[in-house]
Nanobody
Framework: EVQLVESGGGLVQDGGSLRLSCVASGFTFDSYAIGWFRQGPGKERQAVSCFSRSDGSIAYDPSVRGRFTMSTDDAKHTVYLQMNSLKPEDTAVYYC???????????????????WGQGTQVTVSS
């Protein structure tokens, strides 16, 4: 059974930093694309970052590029999202997701068929 468990969310002030973690189990961790998504209040879920195992590339949404950094520790089966210079508009539930079948992200930098974690709340106060 695939399990993705996120942690590290919380309340932070405008300009602050947080690091999210996602511990994965139940699949071959280094064989599938993996990414971070978020869903803000009243908004659709959007891809934040996506790591393609096929070529080692990481795609970022333009709204977070230069502020957020995604990384993995394959030995620990963990993926991280370092979030710096946080803004109130980053407030959302953040989800970890792994591609069910492929080791690459879609052309839009997302995951098309995913297993999902339960999410962790990030709130940025102004």
């Amino acid at each position: 059974e695939v399990q993705l468990v996120e942690s590290g969310g919380g309340l932070v002030q405008d300009g602050g930093s947080l690091r999210l973690s996602c511990v994965a189990s139940g699949f071959t961790f280094d064989s599938y694309a993996i990414g971070w998504f978020r869903q803000g209040p009243g908004k659709e879920r959007q891809a934040v970052s996506c790591f393609s195992r096929s070529d080692g590339s990481i795609a970022y949404d333009p709204s977070v590029r230069g502020r957020f950094t995604m990384s993995t520790d394959d030995a620990k089966h963990t993926v991280y999202l370092q979030m710096n210079s946080l803004k109130p508009e980053d407030t959302a539930v953040y989800y970890c997701a792994v591609e069910r079948y492929r080791n690459w992200c879609s052309a839009s930098g997302s995951i098309t068929e995913a297993f999902w974690g339960q999410g962790t709340q990030v709130t940025v106060s102004s």
